[in-house]
């Protein structure tokens, strides 16, 4: 499996005709503005919402997997941040699986690297696959000498 497609966005919304809107998309970092006399005041705290297209690359099939969950790797501190079992789809033509998810109050420890990374499971939790994203999602601090 391969990550085709992923963002990092402030919230996901699922329209009528299940279409999804991505608010607030992130490009490779976040970046906290702080005023100098709150400088290194970590953790932050904001909502964090995730969507990935992961694609089938042998012969895979969706029934197989039944539950998957999300880990980071934050700078060496490697955590699992949330997951489940899979939604029950047709088998038909699917060539992957889509996961979005928002994480109210995602706790950023202090600047660094995110890397996320996808794991699939079977019926008897044994792992089928890992998928990981492109690249890692940089957190970063400016500090400004004035309040906003």
């Given at each position: 499996?391969?990550?085709s497609n992923f963002i990092i966005c402030d919230d996901i919304r699922i329209?009528?005709?299940n279409k999804h809107s991505l608010m607030g998309v992130y490009s490779d970092s976040i970046n906290f503005h702080s005023v100098l006399n709150q400088k290194a005041q970590w953790p932050k705290?904001?909502?964090l919402a995730v969507f990935a297209q992961i694609e089938f690359e042998r012969e895979e099939k969706i029934s197989n997997i039944h539950q998957f969950s999300i880990e980071i790797d934050y700078?060496?501190?490697v955590k699992d941040i949330g997951g489940g079992p899979l939604p029950p789809t047709k088998e038909?033509?699917?060539k992957g699986i889509l996961i979005n998810a928002i994480f109210n109050n995602f706790q950023f420890k202090g600047p660094g690297n995110i890397k996320f990374y996808f794991k699939f499971y079977?019926?008897?939790k044994k792992l089928i696959d890992t998928a990981e994203s492109h690249s890692a999602l940089r957190v970063e601090e400016t500090i400004s000498n004035k309040a906003r």
């Open positions: 499996m391969k990550v329209e009528m005709g705290i904001k909502s700078e060496g501190e038909t033509d699917k079977d019926k008897d």
